[in-house]
DNA sequence: GGGTTGTACTGCG
DNA sequence: TTCCACGCAGTACAACCC
């Protein structure tokens, strides 16, 4: 359909061109239905010959598979329009009546609401990266030019886009409209100095201006306007006099009217290098409204926009206020509909956005890299970039102290398909090690897949500092040190480094990495890791990082490739543990100790679980926090560890056997290092109902040295570093005082001592060689001889106890504690397979479990998978692995030999089989690694480079790009990371020569730019007597509780408004042909599969 | 009925 | 000959838990 609001103007505006109004004639020709992003009117496109270009972009596109995507799109929104059309014709006379009264109602509380008071001045630089070019390079103003590559154009200057060149467009057919056009690739560097000299100037009108992105801003300029005695149309005119005199001559354009929203409107009217003004006058903005195409409101895009056409025939603001009211007030949901009723009023934010705290919050919700490339099949390719993404993620992360707990995943199909992956780790990690399995497990999950895109995001995010100011931290001599201060680096990218061993996902770890903070006492030690480099340079200022803090560091001291990285990661982790892993040991104890499995906060029905309130229970020693109904830690969603760090003072560890509904049977289980597992079964005390019921597994059980710590019950649960004893003195004012720790030094060696003590039946390995990262992963454990180990499909890591749990009853049985040496292991029958996962894990198999209660003992290596994946000689696997053929379940009846699974405690997965497992393959190289068929065919050469080519830097392109790349350029030699080359060899026709950066991107790292309507409309600030019940999205918390404006759905509609639709059927397994759920439980149903088939090919 | 998790979709620059 | 980014924010909804 015809872009309504094309070449809209006010009535007031004289058109700077003979722009025809938008005809409505029919469509003969096919490519005026095809609708993208860029053929949407913008600045600069007068006198452009529309239909030519609809045309070539239409030929450039209809064979692609992108175009079938967007067609693809395009049903479905024709389908959300029609079922919207369907409903809106069945509804009544009444029904409409009264919706329309009490809309009436709302429009009332909004009219009388209307604060006009304020003068808002939207500035908007004018084709901004373009500009910074061209300011650079003047001859480029006189010839077309595009920022960007043949892949996507970012933007042009205003002589390409008079050919139709546009922001979005792919170079290819930007270069096919215009033959002549001169791309200049991104340079973020460029584009962040130049923001920060407007930004100046911008400071001059509105000290407390908001920044809408790079290139744009909104200021509040009443009180400028008032004490220059200037008028907005002077105070308009001499900001961009004072922009265009101090930036190099960079123009922009500026919008003022009495709210943000419609500032911002008005700043796209005379584009480029002009201003209007919207008096603030009740008549003026009405008019104005009225005839404004809904697609210029901010957060209406293409697809609002055609759904309020084509479902309710609405194409202007005024329209929304029209006899269609009631209709939209019953088709679309209560934000959506408070939304559109103030575009229609012409209402939007009057007052600046609160602002945070930045030291204290994460500053953003997100934050992710993803990268597009040629045609990718090989998983072992895939699993190699995931790594890379994953280390350049972990890079950033470091950068800004931050930490998360939400772990996405992204794909992008050949087809264009975008599938999202998440998971909710058990814990807040912020290094690679942590994140690559989860990530590996999600991306198994989806195979056989053949990509164009990955990316891994995370979310649920904090800052660093939270955990590291903690009282243990304190306690442990830890300081806090200047960005700068941080030993030199002695590695490259913060993720890179080995860190799976002593729990690098700590606190310590990271603070160390970051330069935030480092035990007092091993600054040396910390100077030794590999990790400490970047995230030491580049923490704290963003200037740092914006310089490329990450990726510039000593070829020599980077971290290895990921092949051998991978490869090497448990021995690493060792050395860590020798060198500077005591303050990784200490902080481990204070954060990773913290890891809540998913029982304590999924738990099962009954029993309750870690949710009930420990504070009623009966004897909550005194000196203990408890935790009631008001400070329930596990509500506290980000900080239940620190809550609890916080009100104890110290670790612990606990596990919550209360689990799910089908856990009745499991129990507690709370372990402290050395001291042998007391099976539930086997201890004292009742059955699991009490522990589940009391939630005594925290409270009762905390320490306390008023009390002295709670008498165990059957579950256990102590301060790792209580055994030790001596040290500093504890903290005050926690309303109790804390057992003095050891020196860090003495409290890792009296860990692995009294672990290794316990284990003294089994040959104590060199710890070095003990900790093994599987190059691929599933194997997973990782166990280490002083009791710590690390699952590898979700992150946890500390010294739980693993639990073995009965594949036929789907109890825990038995830990991976040390156990007696079993008998030699004959290895039977080769499990069948055919059934499905509960069912298939009777695929028989030698699966012995010498003793299938109480404490195991694992002494041959190949028990443990990671043993297997440990290239050095197998530690003392605490996975435990049994060698009869025949075993009973002591908590269900199941005897045979059904193989035993292990399961991690924290994510409750399936982590790997107690067969032997198979040969441990080579190191991660895309080719090879699992699925050598696919691996085979899909297979090209990046994959296979970007593994062994890991040289120097953990960077990545566009990164390179928008924090050093401009540097690395100017040098001569531009810095090829892992992610940077892949990225090169492989990007699908996006880059030309493997030196070349990224030429599309984001500048990312820098201050989110604020994309909803959140603060453009009008916020809570006003008392909104609605007269419609159940305003909750407005009232709810949300002092700016706007609608954002994507939240236009329909309500109530039973079909996923969202074009959900379709997706809510079962997934076909491709193993077993098996219709599974997607969400966790295909998560769960691959996990066995992958078990099961290392069981398999163990046994064979 | 409340909260949490996971997913798709929309929009912005 | 090929060939359509990246990073961020937000809403809605289903499924599940308490
Ligand atoms: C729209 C868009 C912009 N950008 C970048 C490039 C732009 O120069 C910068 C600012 O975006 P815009 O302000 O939307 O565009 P512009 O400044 O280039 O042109 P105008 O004169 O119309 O304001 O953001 C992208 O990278 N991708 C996009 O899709
Ligand atoms: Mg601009």
């Not at 799109?73 to 009264?98: F, H, V």
């Amino acid at each position: 359909m015809a872009q309504a609001g094309a070449s809209w103007r006010p009535a007031e505006a004289p058109p700077p061109s003979p722009s025809g109004a938008p005809d409505p004639s029919p469509n003969p020709a096919p490519w005026q239905d095809y609708q993208t992003v860029f053929t949407n009117a913008k600045a600069g496109m007068e006198g452009v010959d529309k239909e030519k270009v609809q045309r070539i972009v239409y030929e450039m596109s209809k064979d692609s598979a992108h175009f079938r995507n967007e067609q693809r799109k395009q049903a479905a929104t024709a389908a959300r329009i029609e079922r919207l059309r369907e409903r809106s014709a069945g509804l009544g006379p009444a029904e409409l009546a009264a919706a329309g009264r009490s809309i009436d109602e709302r429009v009332a509380a909004l009219e009388a609401g209307r604060d006009l008071s304020r003068l808002w001045l939207h500035a908007d630089m004018d084709c901004f990266y373009a500009a910074v070019h061209e300011a650079e390079r003047p001859e480029l103003k006189t010839q077309p030019m595009a920022v960007g590559g043949i892949g996507m154009i970012s933007t042009a200057n205003y002589v390409a886009r008079k050919y139709g060149v546009r922001s979005a467009m792919p170079g290819f057919i930007a270069k096919k409209l215009c033959p002549q056009l001169v791309f200049v690739p991104l340079d973020f560097a460029k584009y962040t100095a130049a923001a920060e000299g407007v930004r100046a100037v911008f400071r001059q009108l509105d000290p407390d201006f908001e920044s809408g992105g790079l290139d744009e801003a909104y200021l509040d300029v009443t009180d400028f306007c008032a004490a220059h005695g200037m008028t907005p149309e002077e105070a308009a005119a001499e900001l961009r006099r004072r922009v265009r005199e101090s930036c190099g001559g960079l123009t922009c354009s500026c919008g003022v009217a009495p709210n943000k929203t419609l500032a911002k409107i008005c700043s796209d009217i005379n584009k480029p290098d002009g201003h209007y003004v919207l008096p603030s006058s009740r008549e003026a903005v009405m008019r104005f409204v009225d005839t404004l195409p809904t697609r210029k409101v901010p957060c209406i895009g293409k697809v609002t926009e055609q759904v309020l056409k084509g479902a309710l025939g609405i194409a202007t603001c005024g329209q929304l206020l029209g006899p269609q009211r009631a209709r939209l007030g019953l088709l679309f949901s209560e934000a959506a509909l408070g939304f559109f009723l103030e575009a229609g009023l012409g209402l939007g934010a009057t007052r600046h956005a609160p602002k945070t705290d930045r030291a204290v919050e994460p500053g953003r919700k997100g934050i992710s890299c993803e990268r597009t490339f040629r045609a990718m099949r090989a998983p072992g390719e895939q699993e190699a970039l995931a790594g890379q993404l994953v280390e350049s993620l972990a890079a950033d992360m470091a950068s800004e102290e931050i930490e998360g707990r939400n772990l996405t995943l992204k794909l992008k199909l050949t087809n264009f398909e975008v599938r999202t992956r998440s998971v909710t780790l058990p814990r807040h990690v912020r290094a690679a090690p942590d994140m690559l399995p989860p990530v590996l497990r999600l991306l198994r999950a989806e195979q056989p897949l053949e990509l164009r895109l990955m990316g891994v995001r995370m979310a649920g995010l904090r800052k660093v500092h939270a955990a590291s100011r903690s009282p243990l931290a304190r306690l442990l001599g830890l300081r806090p040190q200047g960005p700068g201060s941080a030993p030199p680096a002695a590695g490259a990218g913060t993720g890179a480094g080995p860190t799976t061993t002593p729990d690098p996902g700590d606190s310590a770890t990271g603070a160390a990495v970051n330069g935030g903070f480092a035990p007092a006492s091993s600054s040396a030690a910390a100077a030794g890791r590999a990790i400490s480099a970047g995230g030491a340079g580049g923490g704290g200022r963003p200037s740092s990082r914006v310089a490329g803090a990450h990726r510039t560091t000593e070829p020599g001291s980077s971290p290895p490739p990921l092949a051998s990285r991978t490869a090497s990661r448990g021995a690493q982790g060792r050395n860590e543990d020798k060198t500077s892993g005591h303050s990784s040991r200490a902080l481990r104890l204070a954060d990773g100790s913290f890891a809540v499995p998913p029982g304590l906060t999924a738990g099962g029905a009954a029993g309750g679980g870690s949710k009930a309130e420990p504070s009623s229970v009966p004897g909550t020693p005194r000196g203990v926090h408890a935790y009631g109904a008001d400070e329930p830690f596990a509500h506290d969603e980000d900080n239940e560890d620190d809550d609890l760090e916080e009100h104890l003072g110290m670790p612990y560890e606990v596990y919550d056997g209360g689990g799910g509904a089908s856990d009745d049977d499991e129990d507690c289980v709370m372990l402290e290092d050395g001291e042998p597992l007391l099976p539930p079964w086997e201890g004292p005390g009742g059955g699991a109902a009490d522990t589940a019921a009391s939630g005594d597994a925290l409270c009762g059980l905390l320490p306390c040295d008023e009390t002295g710590p709670a008498p165990p019950k059957r579950a256990r649960l102590g301060p790792a570093c209580a055994a030790a004893g001596g040290g500093a003195p504890g903290t005050a004012g926690h309303g109790h005082s804390l057992p003095p720790p050891p020196p860090l030094c003495q409290q890792a060696a009296a860990q692995s001592g009294s672990v290794a003590a316990a284990a003294s039946e089994t040959p104590a390995p060199d710890p070095a060689a003990a900790a093994g990262g599987p190059p691929n992963g599933f194997a997973a454990v990782a166990c280490a001889s002083n009791g710590h180990w690390a699952c590898l499909l979700c992150t946890f890591k500390g010294n739980r106890r693993q639990m073995l749990r009965c594949l036929a009853c789907d109890s825990l049985r038995g830990s991976t504690l040390p156990a007696p040496p079993p008998p030699p292991l004959p290895s039977t029958g080769e499990p069948t397979v055919g059934s499905g996962p509960n069912e298939g894990a009777d695929a028989g198999g030698s699966r012995p479990a010498a003793a299938s209660r109480g404490p195991h003992r694992g002494q041959d290596p190949r028990n443990s998978a990671a043993a297997a994946a440990t290239a050095g000689p197998s530690p003392a696997s605490a996975t435990t692995v049994t060698t009869a053929t025949t075993w009973t379940c002591r908590i269900c009846t199941y005897s045979g030999n059904r193989r035993q699974l292990l399961r991690c405690e924290a994510c409750d997965n399936l982590r790997g089989s107690t067969a032997p497992p198979p040969p441990a393959p080579p190191p991660l190289q895309p080719q090879q690694q699992q699925r050598p068929q696919a691996a085979a065919e899909g297979g090209t050469r990046g994959g296979s480079s970007a593994g062994a080519m890991g040289s120097s830097r953990a960077t990545k392109a566009p990164k390179a790009q928008r924090s050093g790349g401009a540097k690395a350029a100017a040098a001569g030699a531009p810095a090829a990371g892992p992610l940077e080359r892949l990225w090169a060899s492989r990007s699908g026709g996006q880059t030309g020569t493997a030196a070349a950066p990224a030429e599309t991107g984001a500048p990312a790292g820098a201050v989110p730019v604020r994309t909803s309507l959140a603060g453009w409309h009008s916020g809570g600030s006003r008392p909104a007597a609605r007269g419609l019940e159940g305003h909750t999205a407005r009232t709810a918390g949300a002092r700016t509780g706007e609608p954002a404006a994507a939240a236009l759905r329909v309500k109530g509609a039973g079909e996923g408004l969202v074009s959900s639709g379709g997706a809510g059927g079962d997934r076909r397994c491709p193993e077993c042909g098996a219709q599974v759920a997607p969400g966790p439980a295909w998560l769960e149903h691959t996990d066995w599969h992958l078990a099961l088939s290392l069981s398999r090919g163990a046994a064979a």
